[in-house]
């Protein structure tokens, strides 16, 4: 799967922070693969403003994907993460994309 640095932060976020001894270590090494090395750190000159993550304007509209593997397992739970936000009406704007790409995929 290849990720915008956008759906990368909407996914760490998303990710679950509890189950079984396995999915956590599964979900250990997706947050790895989602996470950023300290090279694209300085490209995107991260900064945190009351919460907010921003980086460098001129590469926030960057078209770069980055190939990120999530297993079938982790996907799913993504998947069912985001239906349960959904149903519970607290889905954002940031979110948004990264549901319809993980849903509608689903459908």
């Known amino acids: 799967m290849h990720l915008s640095v956008k759906e990368r932060l909407v996914l760490i976020s998303v990710l679950p922070r509890e189950g079984d001894f396995l999915t956590?270590?599964?979900?250990?090494?997706?947050?790895?693969?989602?996470?950023?090395?300290?090279?694209?750190?300085?490209d995107l000159d991260f900064t945190s403003e009351g919460g907010v993550i921003n980086w460098n304007e001129v590469n926030k509209d960057d078209p770069r994907r980055y190939p990120i593997?999530?297993?079938?397992?982790?996907?799913?739970l993504i998947v069912a993460e985001l239906k349960q936000l959904n149903e519970q009406k607290k889905l954002t704007d940031d979110i948004f994309e990264v549901y319809e790409m993980f849903i509608e995929e689903e459908e």
């Open 24 to 42: 956590l270590k599964s979900l250990r090494k997706v947050r790895e693969a989602l996470s950023f090395t300290e090279e694209e750190q300085r």
């Open 69 to 76: 593997e999530i297993p079938k397992s982790i996907h799913d």
